[in-house]
């Protein structure tokens, strides 16, 4: 595809459910990282993955938050036992190399989710 | 760790006219800046970014930035703006040795009205 993609575009979870937010890259991407934006507010880091492997999971708020990519390109973003607070858009970005700041990221158009 | 202040939460700007966002950092480390753009329903751009060499960095669209060490600040600039340019803007850093490990502002949002 010509840029990041993420799916759905809208999610709507009554508090309590799990949710999975669907990331995929630009293809050959090595690096991926996921982001959550709060309504107003710039966005803040969740994880990083190189490849398969998570690298940076600093971000991740709690212990319901949790991020795969088992083969190295798509990625899923998972919530188990949503609440209000995890309303926010949720960004992928990727980038071709592992790292290096001549790298640019390419972030997708996010998953916009409210929790009820 | 580091944090970064956007000064104006949103700049109303006549089409043609200077504008000029303000971005101040704070850092005990060597930082990499950036600066995005977010327009509606979009995903972040780059618009440009500082790495190391000359204080005065150009971007895409028109825009260009001064970084300042001695007043941690990175404001972006672009002499005659277009309606085009109405949206949010990011300021972001990242320390040297978290590349894409980025901490962004809250982001100032850019009205161009003709």
């Known amino acids: 595809g010509a840029g990041v993609s993420q799916s759905p575009r809208y999610k709507v979870a009554k508090r309590g459910q799990d949710v999975a937010l669907r990331c995929d890259p630009i293809?050959?991407?090595?690096?991926l990282f996921w982001y959550q934006q709060a309504l107003g507010q710039g966005p803040e880091f969740l994880t990083y993955f190189q490849n398969e492997a998570q690298l940076d999971k600093s971000g991740l708020p709690s212990d319901r938050f949790f991020a795969e990519r088992p083969e190295g390109s798509v990625s899923t973003l998972k919530i188990q036992r949503t609440q209000q607070e995890d309303s926010a858009v949720y960004l992928c970005a990727s980038s071709l190399a592992g790292a290096g700041a001549n790298e640019k990221l390419f972030f997708g158009s996010g998953t916009q989710l409210s929790v009820l | 760790a580091q944090s970064v202040t956007q000064l104006d939460s949103q700049v109303p700007v006549f089409e043609e006219a200077p504008v000029e966002l303000r971005c101040n950092y704070s850092?005990?480390?060597?930082?990499?800046l950036f600066w995005y753009v977010q327009y509606p329903n979009q995903g972040l751009q780059l618009l440009l970014k500082y790495l190391s060499g000359s204080t005065l960095v150009k971007g895409i669209n028109g825009f260009e930035a001064e970084f300042n060490k001695s007043q941690t600040s990175f404001h972006l600039r672009k002499p005659s703006v277009h309606i085009s340019d109405t949206a949010e803007y990011f300021c972001?850093?990242?320390?040297?040795?978290?590349?894409?490990?980025?901490?962004f502002g809250a982001g100032t949002q850019v009205v161009v009205t003709p």
């Open positions: 850092s005990s480390v060597s930082v990499y």
């Open positions: 972001a850093v990242s320390d040297r040795g978290s590349w894409g490990k980025l901490q």
């Open positions: 293809s050959g991407h090595v690096s």
